[in-house]
T-cell receptor, first 115, second 112 residues
Framework: DADVTQTPRNRITKTGKRIMLECSQT?????MYWYRQDPGLGLQLIYY???????NKGEISDGYSVSRQAQAKFSLSLESAIPNQTALYFC??????????????FGEGSRLTVL | EDQVTQSPEALRLQEGESSSLNCSYT??????LFWYRQDPGKGPEFLFT???AGEEKEKERLKATLTKKESFLHITAPKPEDSATYLC?????????????FGAGTQVVVTP
């Protein structure tokens, strides 16, 4: 099983619908992140969390919200999806106490299409 | 504002044909520069961290180098399994939370 699991892997929805993308990890890392990837653009940080009580906005948080239900679970919600939120979404974890602080462990991604 | 620019956008190589990928960056201060590999339909996978100018890291056919303004990823005698998108990212010195600024990547295709 993957260390960082994202569900669903693919989702097609309509404008205005509420969508939740879920992420769970078995690595025991405190830090979790949500990134968005668009063709021709770099990964952009949406939200990050360093523990259950600490959640922070990234560079493109507008239109998104998150919930850290437990150390191992971090969910991303789109309250009212719009077509320009069509993208590939990645969850990632890190452990700053070991190895490189910039070493992120990514899930396999959730491809979201908003019609 | 931190910026990361990768070139070329795409690179097509014959098996055995060595080449280099470029990552130029602008940061107020560099805490670290990171290279990742991303296969189609997968999440990025960490390759290297470089911390200071002059540093080099190697892994199989890949070698990453760092100067004060750019990093190079050299692919020596590539094989088809080296085909992937290679991402560069930087962490600003003022950041201790693991927030990375990513480039758009270089897509590498190695043909037999």
């Amino acid at each position: 099983d993957a260390d960082v699991t994202q569900t669903p892997r693919n989702r097609i929805t309509k404008t205005g619908k509420r969508i939740m993308l879920e992420c769970s990890q078995t690595k025991g890392h405190d830090r979790m992140y949500w990134y968005r990837q668009d063709p021709g653009l770099g990964l952009q940080l949406i939200y990050y969390s360093f523990d259950v009580k600490d959640i922070n906005k990234g560079e493109i948080s507008d239109g998104y919200s998150v919930s850290r239900q437990a150390q191992a679970k971090f969910s991303l919600s789109l309250e009212s999806a719009i077509p320009n939120q069509t993208a590939l979404y990645f969850c990632a974890t890190s452990d700053p106490t070991s190895g490189s602080p910039g070493e992120l462990f990514f899930g396999e991604g959730s491809r979201l299409t908003v019609l | 504002e931190d910026q990361v620019t990768q070139s070329p956008e795409a690179l097509r190589l014959q098996e055995g044909e060595s080449s280099s990928l470029n990552c130029s960056y602008t940061v107020s201060g560099l805490r670290g520069l990171f290279w990742y590999r991303q296969d189609p339909g997968k999440g990025p996978e960490f390759l290297f961290t470089l911390y200071s100018a002059g540093e080099e890291k190697e892994k199989e056919r890949l070698k990453a180098t760092l100067t004060k303004k750019e990093s190079f990823l050299h692919i020596t005698a590539p094989k088809p399994e080296d085909s992937a998108t290679y991402l560069c990212a930087v962490q600003d010195l003022t950041d201790s939370w693991g927030k990375l600024q990513f480039g758009a990547g270089t897509q590498v295709v190695v043909t037999p």
